[in-house]
Structure formats: structure tokens, C-alpha cells
């Protein structure tokens, strides 16, 4: 993953850049970039910013600078205060009502076999 900026924006950006070694590259790639297009567009979720093909398979989103819950809990050893983790949880549960109210269930396809606390990104 690297941090970017997209032309005349002051927000930065991450670029995912898909890995060769995947067993099929192209249709991981086309299978992230269709539920990214999905994904409700909303300041609760990442949101894709464009993708490309050439010279390498890429998808541009938003960037959440502090990483994921696991890497601030876990890997950082940073102990959240009572006030941040019932942010945190007021945050993920205004996204859950609309992600299910849209025909079929939200579904984030990755590569990689993610645990909750992997998926809520700060």
C-alpha cells in the first residue's frame, strides 16, 4: 500500500497496487474493484477513487492514515480510553443499517482472510 495525492487534491489518498503472485491476478483485481463500486459512498466507509490497468493493476481509495483497529490495539500496544472506543463503536454502527438495507449482503472481497478488527480502519 502507498500514500499518494490525486491531481488538485490536498487529501491523500491510498494506492493499492495488486500483487503478481496471486494465483490470478486480473480477476482478483476485477473482483475488489466491482465491490468497491458497490460500497456505499459514505465518510464511514473507504471509498474507492479510481483504479487502473496499465502499467499495473492499482485501486486508488481513500486513505485512512492510522491503519487498522488490530495495528493501533495490538501491534502499536496503544490502549484505547473508554470515550475512543465507544467512537469507534457509534462509528461502525451508523454504517451497519445502510450496508444492509441494499440488495445483496455487503460483501468486501479480498485476497487476504480478515478478522473484524482488521476491517475497522482509523
Same mark, same amino acid.
Given at each position: 500500500?502507498? *500514500?499518494?495525492?490525486?491531481?488538485?487534491?490536498?487529501?491523500?489518498?491510498?494506492? =493499492? /497496487?495488486?500483487?503478481?503472485?496471486?494465483?490470478?491476478?486480473? =480477476?482478483?483485481?476485477?473482483? *475488489?474493484? *466491482?465491490?468497491?463500486?458497490?460500497? /456505499? =459512498?459514505?465518510?464511514?466507509?473507504?471509498?474507492?477513487?479510481?483504479?487502473?490497468?496499465?502499467?499495473?493493476?492499482? /485501486?486508488?481509495?481513500?486513505?485512512?492514515?492510522?491503519?487498522?483497529?488490530?495495528? /493501533?490495539?495490538?501491534?502499536?500496544?496503544?490502549?484505547?480510553?473508554?470515550?475512543?472506543?465507544?467512537?469507534?463503536?457509534? +462509528?461502525?454502527?451508523?454504517?451497519?443499517? &445502510?450496508?444492509?438495507? &441494499?440488495?445483496?449482503?455487503? +460483501?468486501?472481497?479480498?485476497?487476504?482472510? +480478515?478478522?473484524? *478488527? +482488521?476491517?475497522?480502519?482509523?
Amino acid at each position: 500500500m502507498y *500514500e499518494a495525492y490525486l491531481e488538485g487534491d490536498k487529501k491523500k489518498v491510498a494506492v =493499492k /497496487i495488486l500483487k503478481n503472485s496471486l494465483a490470478e491476478p486480473e =480477476k482478483a483485481y476485477r473482483r *475488489e474493484v *466491482e465491490a468497491l463500486k458497490r460500497t /456505499i =459512498k459514505s465518510p464511514h466507509t473507504v471509498n474507492l477513487r479510481g483504479y487502473c490497468t496499465d502499467p499495473y493493476f492499482c /485501486i486508488v481509495t481513500d486513505l485512512c492514515d492510522a491503519g487498522s483497529l488490530e495495528t /493501533i490495539m495490538r501491534k502499536k500496544g496503544i490502549v484505547l480510553t473508554t470515550e475512543q472506543a465507544v467512537s469507534i463503536a457509534k +462509528q461502525v454502527s451508523y454504517i451497519l443499517p &445502510f450496508c444492509y438495507s &441494499f440488495p445483496p449482503p455487503p +460483501q468486501h472481497i479480498n485476497e487476504d482472510t +480478515q478478522t473484524n *478488527e +482488521q476491517k475497522v480502519l482509523i
